[in-house]
Nanobody, 120 residues
């Protein structure tokens, strides 16, 4: 079946950078949209950035100019380059993919999440 696995999270100081990766695997026919979401302590999950298969991107206002989402369709992988990190970016980051499986079933899949902590 389909599985999404995030990696690249960790502890970083304010102003630092991290690069998150999310690899999708399994019975995937095609991945359409992919995105990153995050959930901070005591907060609801929020959208960070999305990218279509063709490369069109959208960002939350809070990360514009600092984060860059990209994808490698051949690898079924989406990335999130995070620069100028702030303590407010601390959250669990989740990868999402809207896809169609080989047995023609569309669905939205989520990874397990990776922790990003920004602290001095």
């Amino acid at each position: 079946q389909v599985q999404l696995v995030e990696s690249g999270g960790g502890l970083v100081q304010p102003g630092g950078s991290l690069r998150l990766s999310c690899a999708a695997s399994g019975s995937i026919f095609s991945i359409n949209g992919m995105g990153w979401y995050r959930q901070a302590p005591g907060k609801q999950r929020e959208l960070v950035a999305t990218i279509t298969r063709g490369g069109s991107t959208n960002y939350a206002d809070s990360v514009k100019g600092r984060f860059t989402i990209s994808r490698d369709n051949a690898k079924n992988t989406v990335y999130l380059q995070m620069n100028s990190l702030e303590p407010e970016d601390t959250a669990i980051y989740y990868c999402n993919a809207d896809l169609i499986t080989w047995d023609w079933r569309p669905g939205s899949y989520w990874g397990q999440g990776t922790q990003v902590t920004v602290s001095a």
